[in-house]
């Protein structure tokens, strides 16, 4: 059964840092894997999504990368700004033609917090 | 204005009583999802359809239906079986298929139990 854990469970940093987020998954035969934001009540806004093919993706300060063979990825805000202090989420979708294809498996995110 | 409307925002049940989640997508998308979310749980999946008149329960389906008639639409009923129906249930669609199957949310639903 997959699992997908996030470190670190809450993150509280000063306005302009850089800063990595970690997610790690047990079973590397995936799909693809999707960043996600949540506002506090909010529902899920996709920030990126990688391909099982694809080592990284970009949109504007975010960087997502995927290392598939150890279970890895991770996003990079870049010079951070208190509009992104919330939960950010990680989920992986299985290999395409099992019998699980379609059952995004989601980490339990990460509390950001970014102070003026 | 494409996306995915769930519907109430908020909804409150009482205790024996079932209740019906709405949820709606404009988006052409083949699949739609089920999840529901605990504090400190993450989320969860109840139930996910891949094409019409076709679903599958994920990993907490007891306690709850869901039927799929047409493309857009996927209600959730939280049965009087769900013991512990107070949470927050998020909606979700992607095109099923193929590169891509980027997912997309809803608003979310809070349902609690008075």
């Known amino acids: 059964k997959q699992e997908v854990t996030q470190i670190p469970a809450a993150l509280s940093v000063p306005e302009g840092e850089n800063l990595v987020l970690n997610c790690s998954f047990t079973?590397?035969?995936?799909?693809?894997l999707q960043w996600f934001r949540q506002d506090p009540g909010k529902g899920l806004t996709s920030l990126l999504l990688?391909?099982?093919?694809?080592r990284e993706q970009t949109s504007g300060r975010l960087n997502a990368s995927l290392d598939k063979s150890s279970g890895r990825s991770t996003l990079y805000i870049a010079a951070s700004q208190p509009g992104d202090s919330a939960t950010y989420l990680c989920?992986?979708?299985?290999?395409?033609?099992?019998?699980?294809?379609?059952?995004?498996?989601f980490g339990q995110g990460t509390i950001l917090t970014v102070h003026p | 204005d494409g996306g995915i409307t769930q519907s109430p925002k908020y909804l409150f049940r009482k205790e024996g009583q079932n209740v019906t989640l709405s949820c709606e997508q404009n988006?052409?998308?083949?699949?739609m999802y089920w999840y529901r979310q605990d504090p400190g749980q993450g989320l969860r999946l109840i139930y996910y359809?891949?094409?019409?008149?076709?679903?599958q329960k994920g990993d907490i389906a007891e306690g709850y239906s869901v039927s799929r008639e047409k493309k857009e639409s996927f209600p959730l009923t939280v049965t009087s079986a769900q013991k512990n129906p107070t949470a927050f249930y998020l909606c979700?669609?992607?095109?099923?298929?193929?590169?891509?199957?980027?997912?997309?949310f809803g608003q979310g639903t809070r349902l609690t139990v008075v």
């Open positions: 979700a669609s992607s095109i099923g298929q193929g590169l891509g199957t980027e997912a997309f």
């Open positions: 079973d590397s035969a995936i799909y693809n």
């Open positions: 990688i391909q099982s093919s694809q």
């Open positions: 989920a992986v979708r299985p290999r395409a033609g099992g019998t699980s294809y379609g059952k995004l498996t």
């Open positions: 988006l052409n998308h083949d699949a």
């Open positions: 359809s891949q094409i019409v008149n076709d679903f």
